[in-house]
C-alpha cells in the first residue's frame, strides 16, 4: 500500500511568518492529495486538495505544489494568523487494483505566536 | 443538516467488554470511514464502506467489525476491548468516485473511548 511521510512533526513560527509543511508518498499511481487540518478537540477538516495533473493550486493565504515525478507535496501558509495553529495532515489517495484509498501522514502541530 | 453523527462522545469500557460505535450521515454519500487517531500515528483507517453492502478492511482492522446497515449508517463494534483500543475514534463520510479521488472526507465530531 501507499507510504505517506510527512515532516516536520512539530513546527513554530511567529504570526506573519510563513510555513511550510512536506510530505513524500511512494506509490507512484496516487492521483490525489488533499489537507485536512484538525483544530484542538475538533474534527479534521479539508482545507486544499490537488490533482495529479496540476502542479499548484492556491486559495487566499494557503497554498499546495505537487512534484509527481520525486513524488512529494507540500503546503504553504503565508502570514500565518494565531487561528492557524492546529494540526495538519497530509493525504495522498491511491488508486489501488480495485478500490481506491486515502492514506494519511502522522500530522504535523503548527503554533503560530502572537 | 447535522452531517456525521457518532455517538457515543465518551466511553469507559474495561478489558474484555464489548460495545458499538454508531455513525450516521445524512448526505447521501456511498463511502462511509472509521478511523482511529492515537497520537503522532496520524489517522489510521479500520474498516470502510464504499457502497452499501459492502466492507473492506483498512490499515488496522484487527479487533474491530463493521456493519453497514443502509446508506446513512455505519457502525464499528469492539467485540472484546483490549487497552490497545484506547484511542479516539471518527466516522467519516464521502461521495467517493472510484479511481478519481475519495471526494471530501466530512468528519463526525469524534469518540473518546478508554479502556482500562
Known amino acids: 500500500g501507499e507510504n505517506v511521510e510527512q515532516h516536520p512533526s512539530t513546527l513554530s513560527v511567529q504570526e506573519g511568518d510563513s510555513a511550510v509543511i512536506k510530505c513524500t508518498y511512494s506509490?507512484?499511481?496516487?492521483?490525489?492529495f488533499p489537507w485536512y487540518k484538525q483544530e484542538l478537540g475538533k474534527r479534521p477538516q479539508l482545507i486544499i486538495d490537488?490533482?495529479?495533473?496540476?502542479g499548484e493550486k492556491k486559495d487566499q493565504r494557503i497554498a499546495v505544489t505537487l512534484n509527481k515525478t520525486a513524488k512529494h507535496f507540500s503546503l504553504h501558509i503565508t502570514e500565518t494568523q494565531p487561528e492557524d495553529s492546529a494540526v495538519y495532515f497530509c493525504?495522498?489517495?491511491?488508486?489501488?487494483?480495485?478500490?481506491?484509498?486515502?492514506?494519511f501522514g502522522r500530522g504535523t502541530q503548527l503554533t503560530v505566536w502572537p | 443538516n447535522a452531517g456525521v453523527t457518532q455517538t457515543p462522545k465518551f466511553q469507559v469500557l474495561k478489558t474484555g467488554q464489548s460495545m458499538t460505535l454508531q455513525c450516521a450521515q445524512d448526505?447521501?454519500?456511498?463511502?462511509m470511514y472509521w478511523y482511529r487517531q492515537d497520537p503522532g500515528m496520524g489517522l489510521r483507517l479500520i474498516y470502510y464502506?464504499?457502497?452499501?453492502?459492502?466492507?473492506d478492511k483498512g490499515e488496522v482492522p484487527n479487533g474491530y467489525n463493521v456493519s453497514r446497515l443502509n446508506k446513512r449508517e455505519f457502525s464499528l463494534r469492539l467485540e472484546s476491548a483490549a487497552p490497545s483500543q484506547t484511542s479516539v475514534y471518527f466516522c467519516?463520510?464521502?461521495?467517493?468516485?472510484?479511481?478519481?479521488?475519495?471526494?471530501?472526507?466530512?468528519f463526525g465530531e469524534g469518540s473518546r473511548l478508554t479502556v482500562l
Open positions: 448526505m447521501n454519500h456511498n463511502s
Open positions: 467519516a463520510s464521502s461521495e467517493f468516485r472510484g479511481s478519481v479521488d475519495t471526494g471530501e472526507l466530512f
Open positions: 506509490d507512484s499511481a496516487s492521483n490525489y
Open positions: 493525504a495522498a489517495f491511491d488508486r489501488g487494483s480495485t478500490l481506491g484509498r486515502l492514506y
Open positions: 490537488i490533482r495529479s495533473n496540476v
Open positions: 464502506s464504499a457502497s452499501e453492502g459492502t466492507t
